[in-house]
């Protein structure tokens, strides 16, 4: 007689436990649903402006090879004193894929030469394919990486026009 009311027990626990996970996981999908009929198309939303560099000595980064970042080979970014490249909102070079970190590096004018600095990115900063382990001035001419985005820096403007 124990064991039959303890069987039975058993059975009510298992059709009481998915239940509930049923019930659980119905109100989920009717949240997801709600969710779903409120959301607005990314293009209702405007996209934050990236702050402006100031500063520097005009020192541009052009853009070598974009990969899936919504820029283009060909495309300039002016150096200031302080210029931050990552994913976060307030960078001046903003990047949207998963490479980069959301402060992934920061390039500083400082005593006349731009210097490039990690910022502990975990996929790191790479310059002339090489890591970035401590603050390092840049030269005419170097190529920085970030993910799949490559840059050339260039510190003189008639270096723009040519394809060394």
Avoid at 52 to 73: F, N, Y
Wanted: aromatic share 10%.
């Amino acid at each position: 007689m124990v064991a039959l009311v303890i069987t039975i027990l058993r059975y009510l626990f298992l059709i009481l436990l998915y239940l509930f996970i049923f019930r659980l996981t119905a109100s989920m999908l009717d949240e997801l649903r709600q969710a779903a009929k409120q959301h607005r198309p990314a293009k209702d939303v405007p996209i934050p402006a990236s702050p402006v560099a100031v500063g520097g000595d005009g020192a541009r980064l052009k853009v070598i090879t974009a990969g899936e970042e919504p820029m283009t080979p060909g495309d300039s970014f002016r150096l200031g004193e302080l210029t931050r490249l990552g994913r976060g909102p307030g960078n001046h070079i903003a990047f949207t894929g998963a490479f980069a970190s959301q402060e992934h590096a920061q390039i500083v004018f400082r005593q006349g030469q731009y210097w490039l600095e990690d910022l502990g990115s975990l996929n790191q900063t790479y310059l002339n394919e090489m890591p970035v382990k401590r603050p390092t001035v840049l030269a005419n001419g170097d190529r920085i990486r970030i993910g799949d985005v490559i840059f050339q820096f260039v510190r003189w403007a008639y270096e723009m026009e040519s394809d060394n």
